[in-house]
């Protein structure tokens, strides 16, 4: 199963574009929040089932503010974050992921990517994409994140830039 994970494309759909084609067959899109477009039309150009939520710059988009979803094994947290201030840190965001009883905590909002895979049974797995059309970490570069479950449905992440 291959997975891309995006954020924060604040309506500028041309990397995203070039990742769907690039990447083809993809089993599954996850956008971690800041479309600032027409949801429907980004799950048109996927052509795979899309799970999506509204960041804080989607106010009319009609898209949930947060959704749980089953990636094989995995119980899925997807939020944008801003509500948990991941600005500033990721404590809220995790004891929430834990209270939900979620492995695996997706988030965009900071436009820097961020990975930090569970060591522990009760670990969980922390995923910002970054940003694919405004990065902010050193040098600037849009990033993503490709997540795949092997033939054991045992999920390895791959941080990517373009």
Same mark, same amino acid.
């Given at each position: 199963?291959?997975?891309?994970?995006?954020?924060?494309?604040?309506?500028?759909?041309?990397?995203?574009?070039?990742?769907?084609?690039?990447?083809?067959?993809?089993?599954?899109l996850?956008?971690?929040?800041?479309?600032?477009?027409?949801?429907?039309?980004?799950?048109?150009?996927?052509?795979?089932?899309?799970?999506?939520?509204?960041?804080?710059?989607?106010?009319?988009?009609?898209?949930? @503010? #947060? =959704?749980?979803?089953?990636?094989?094994?995995?119980? $899925?947290?997807?939020? /944008?974050? !801003?509500r948990? %201030?991941?600005?500033i840190?990721?404590?809220?965001? @995790? #004891? =929430?992921?834990?209270?939900?009883?979620?492995?695996? $905590?997706?988030?965009? /909002?900071? !436009?820097k990517? %961020?990975?930090?895979?569970?060591?522990?049974?009760?670990?969980?797995?922390?995923?910002?994409?970054?940003?694919?059309?405004?990065?902010?970490?050193?040098?600037?570069?849009?990033?993503?994140i490709?997540?795949?479950?092997?033939r054991?449905?045992?999920?390895?992440?791959?941080?990517?830039?373009l």
């Open positions: 199963m291959r997975i891309l994970i995006v954020s924060d494309t604040h309506r500028k759909e041309g990397n995203l574009r070039y990742l769907l084609d690039k990447m083809k067959p993809l089993d599954m996850i956008h971690c929040g800041d479309v600032e477009n027409d949801p429907d039309h980004i799950r048109q150009i996927a052509e795979c089932p899309v799970h999506m939520v509204a960041g804080n710059c989607d106010f009319l988009s009609g898209l949930p @503010l #947060e =959704e749980e979803f089953m990636i094989g094994g995995y119980r $899925v947290w997807l939020t /944008h974050g !801003h948990q %201030f991941v600005g840190n990721n404590r809220m965001l @995790l #004891e =929430e992921a834990k209270r939900r009883e979620c492995q695996i $905590v997706m988030f965009g /909002h900071t !436009h990517p %961020f990975l930090e895979i569970a060591r522990t049974a009760d670990g969980i797995t922390a995923i910002n994409p970054g940003s694919l059309s405004a990065p902010r970490q050193e040098g600037y570069r849009p990033s993503y490709l997540m795949e479950l092997d054991q449905g045992i999920a390895h992440y791959h941080l990517n830039y």
